[in-house]
């Protein structure tokens, strides 16, 4: 498409087209990174309590508009309206929670000969969020608080399928009072928006979630102007379940750790591997709980799961599902227009064993693998062969065990008799190919600040 044509935006429920907006190229990131550079040194002058304030006002007026940005993130990413609010609730209590951090900025203090030193951290400058389709707002969120927080302007891209939530929260944050040019949007093409941000040299950072592909791409680019880089990106997760653990919790609880936002979560726990005397008890409760799943209309309020995001990903999904596919059973999907796929359980993994693509490949998309194991170094060999390190669970009653295991995954994010991975106040990011760089907790503030040491005579 050429620059500033016309982009469709579109309802993955319907397939109808939920709004046209202007398709920005490389020269609109140009100007955006020429506003924001102009508006940083203002930004970062700005005193802590009154950055505080203006992230603390960002928070009040997300809540303020939680219903109509959860309608249109529901609509325009197909995702449950529960969900949505659910999602939009978190994007308040990442300004909230940020809003603490410009004056707890800290730096040290070193004994040292002939003088003091001292660090301060500073702002990095301009950075350039380049964010994916399946949790729009939020993951823009995630790196707009710490961002903001530490006094950066930043040029946020959103996913071309998905950009509205993040133009309205652009308008309702200067409704706040951010000050003009702190944060621009330019919703454009990734391999023309997202590859000018990497390749600009007025950008200081990169913060990228998406594919692990486009995640190697963006750190090779980055490489050219040694831009800061931190990437969030792809997962296949394991779930282990031992014979010791509540298995009626771990099969209730499973479903929606793979299936929630139609698989299309990077925390997706999409391996499941149960110990063997467990498997029929588990794999028939868990039967039970894919099949109760309710896909449907995601603006319907009983909904929990909605369609995928788009046919072209639809059409990678169902490959993994082809007639030789060995499926335990399906959950259920709607007729008609949208881009439905059935909950899948596939066990055992088929052809190929562990060394099938859907043992194997990031899915992104409601298809879980079930697959039995023995002992617990089998389990811990099982999890940990795949490129990926981002989540993972582990059900037991031997607390001794579950924590000997959390210990031996190779993962970022771990839960113990849970599936949750997210939280505002911690440390979320992966191990291996799943990235690097922590988001979320006060570690990511790290990643948008340079340390700056100073040394006094005295
Ligand atoms: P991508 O990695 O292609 O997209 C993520 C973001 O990067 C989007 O904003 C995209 O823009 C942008 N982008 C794409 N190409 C470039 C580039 N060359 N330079 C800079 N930015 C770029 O993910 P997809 O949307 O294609 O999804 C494909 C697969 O990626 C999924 O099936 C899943 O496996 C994985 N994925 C993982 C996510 C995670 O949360 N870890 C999130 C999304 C996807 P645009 O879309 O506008 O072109």
């Not at 924001?36 to 002058?45: T, V, Y």
């Not at 949790?135 to 399928?161: Q, Y």
């Not at 066990?347 to 002992?375: H, K, L, N």
């Amino acid at each position: 498409m050429s620059q500033n044509a016309t982009l469709e935006v579109l309802e993955p429920a319907t397939e109808a087209v939920l709004q046209e907006i202007p398709h920005a190229g490389a020269a609109d990131v140009d100007r955006a990174v020429e506003r924001a550079a102009a508006a940083f040194p203002a930004w970062r002058a700005v005193t802590p309590s009154d950055r505080a304030a203006a992230l603390r006002a960002i928070s009040d007026i997300v809540r303020e508009h939680r219903e109509e940005l959860a309608q249109l993130e529901a609509r325009n990413a197909g995702k449950p309206i529960g969900d949505a609010r659910g999602e939009m609730d978190m994007v308040a209590q990442v300004f909230g929670y940020y809003a603490g951090s410009p004056e707890r900025l800290l730096g040290d203090t070193i004994p040292v000969a002939g003088g003091q030193a001292w660090t301060v951290r500073e702002p990095l400058g301009v950075v350039g969020l380049i964010v994916p389709w399946n949790f729009p707002l939020t993951i823009a969120a995630w790196k707009l608080g710490p961002a903001l927080a530490a006094g950066n302007a930043v040029v946020l891209k959103p996913a071309e399928l998905t950009p509205l939530t993040a133009l309205r929260f652009a308008e309702l944050a200067l409704e706040a009072g951010l000050p003009e040019g702190v944060l621009n949007v330019v919703a454009g093409p990734g391999s023309v928006c997202g590859a000018r941000l990497v390749e600009h040299p007025g950008v200081a950072k990169i913060a990228f979630t998406g594919s692990t592909e486009v995640g190697r791409s963006i750190a090779a680019g980055a490489a050219q102007t040694i831009k800061r880089v931190t990437l969030e990106l792809g997962g296949k997760s394991p779930n282990i379940v031992f014979a010791d653990a509540d298995l009626t919790a771990a099969a209730a609880a499973a479903p929606g750790a793979v299936f929630g936002n139609a698989g299309q979560d990077c925390c997706a726990r999409s391996r499941i591997l149960v110990q063997r005397p467990a498997m029929d008890a588990f794999m028939a409760e868990l039967e039970r709980a894919v099949t109760a799943i309710r896909v449907g209309d995601p603006l319907s309020e009983g909904t929990e799961m909605g369609p995928l995001i788009s046919a072209g990903h639809r059409e990678r999904v169902s490959s993994f599902v082809d007639n030789g596919a060995p499926v335990a059973f399906r959950g259920s999907a709607p007729d008609g227009p949208g881009f439905w796929f059935a909950p899948t359980v596939l066990c055992p993994v088929g052809a190929g064993g562990t060394s099938s693509r859907a043992w194997r490949e990031e899915i992104f998309g409601p298809v879980a693998v079930v697959i039995p194991f023995d002992t617990e170094e089998e389990a811990v060999r099982l999890a940990n062969d795949t490129i990926y390190g981002l989540s993972g669970s582990i059900w037991s009653g031997d607390g001794g065990r579950a924590l000997r295991v959390a210990r031996a995954l190779d993962a970022g994010v771990l839960s113990i008799n849970s599936n949750t991975s997210v939280r505002v106040s911690t440390p979320f990011g992966g191990f291996k190919q799943s990235g690097y760089g922590r988001e979320l907790g006060p570690h990511a503030l790290d990643a948008y600040t340079e340390v700056k040491s100073i040394f006094y005579a005295t």
